[in-house]
């Protein structure tokens, strides 16, 4: 059993900076690989970066690629998302999530969530 709570949302103006946390409760989180996701008002939910258990491998959508920056560290059971260059289209409510052995793309191959928190970039 694998407890997420993520923090760091907030409003910041377009072009600013933010960094998420996700900590994780229980023993065996390096085991996990950590996938954050978003969703937006009237959007479908959507995969934004993952990072294996060990760290050594990220994945980034498209749409925040050289923007976002996903990092872990498994001795704090923590995983951040840092994001810079944030845009309007940036803002949605944020959700780290959890899953063995590898990142997955799709958020229905997730084992535990976040209750999420919440990123406003203003314009």
């Known amino acids: 059993q694998v407890q997420l709570v993520e923090s760091g949302g907030g409003l910041v103006q377009a072009g600013g900076s933010l960094r998420l946390s996700c900590v994780a409760s229980?023993?065996?989180?390096?085991?996990?690989?950590m996938g954050w996701f978003r969703q937006a008002p009237g959007k479908e939910r959507e995969f934004v970066s993952g990072?294996?258990?060990?760290?050594?491998?990220?994945y980034y959508a498209d749409s925040v690629k050289g923007r976002f920056t996903i990092s872990r560290d498994n001795a704090k059971i923590t995983v951040y998302l840092q994001m810079n260059s944030l845009k309007s289209e940036d803002t949605a409510i944020y959700y780290c999530a959890a899953r063995s052995p590898i990142v997955s793309y799709r958020g229905a191959d997730y084992d535990y969530w976040g209750q999420g928190t919440q990123v406003t970039v203003s314009s």
């Open positions: 990072i294996s258990w060990s760290g050594g491998t990220a």
């Open positions: 229980g023993r065996t989180f390096s085991r996990y690989a």
